[in-house]
């Protein structure tokens, strides 16, 4: 348990629908982020909030769209979603100061989407 | 060219053996490395980070950075069937508060009893 819930685990959605991930954690960080990781692929950054202001947009597609309403909470709402899209999509917080600063994430479990 | 590049292996290792994961990195803008350990159908979780130049131990982990030739290394001393696991190099840059975080592929290590 690393103190990040994701929700849900699993997600099948067609290319027209719109669905929510969500991720909430208890360790008191300032900084949440979104990962994409597909298989042979590196972990990909796709968004960080710190204090609830989104610090980073890695170039991603607008049909990803973020929102952060507290330090606490993270969702990233998905729409018109294409097949290649389908990857573990990792929430991660981390203390703004520490020993590994901003390198010490805490992931939490993810969230594995299938686009059909 | 990637920017943090690791041998995706799979790097067999018998039990008891010591286990060498390399990484090597394009940026010198790079501050600090960590190493992640994922295991299959669960989520990173980090291990160990360095900064300096030189070795850092904790337990049976020994890392590595040499910033002149850009890589860093993990060794694992007294394998265990579970150190089997996905190893993620990453490395930060740190400029003006805006950090950024970048993954390897990974690299897959099965440790043989």
């Known amino acids: 348990e690393t103190g990040v819930t994701q929700t849900p685990r699993h997600l099948v959605m067609g290319m027209t629908n719109k669905k929510s991930l969500k991720c909430e954690q208890h360790l008191g960080h300032n900084a949440m982020y979104w990962y994409k990781q597909s298989a042979k692929k590196p972990l990909e950054l796709m968004f960080v909030?710190?204090?609830?202001?989104?610090?980073e947009n890695n170039s991603v597609p607008s049909r990803f769209s973020p929102e952060c309403p507290n330090s606490s909470h993270l969702f990233l709402h998905l729409h018109t979603l294409q097949p290649e899209d389908s990857a573990l999509y990792l929430c991660?917080?981390?203390?703004?100061?520490?020993?590994?600063?901003?390198?010490?994430?805490?992931f939490g479990e993810g969230s594995r989407l299938t686009v059909l | 060219q990637k920017e943090v590049e690791q041998n995706s292996g799979p790097l067999s290792v018998p039990e008891g053996a010591i286990a060498s994961l390399n990484c090597t990195y394009s940026d010198r803008g790079s501050q600090s490395f960590f190493w992640y350990r994922q295991y299959s159908g669960k989520s990173p979780e980090l291990i160990m980070f360095i900064y300096s130049n030189g070795d850092k131990e904790d337990g049976r982990f020994t890392a590595q950075l040499n910033k002149a030739s850009q890589y860093v290394s993990l060794l694992i001393r007294d394998s265990q069937p579970s150190d089997s696991a996905t190893y993620l190099c990453?490395?930060?840059?740190?400029?003006?508060?805006?950090?950024?975080?970048?993954f390897g592929t990974g690299t897959r290590l099965t440790i043989i009893p």
């Open positions: 991660a917080s981390s203390p703004r100061e520490g020993q590994g600063g901003a390198g010490e994430l805490f």
């Open positions: 909030y710190n204090f609830k202001e989104q610090t």
């Open positions: 990453a490395g930060r840059i740190a400029n003006f508060g805006n950090e950024k975080l970048t």
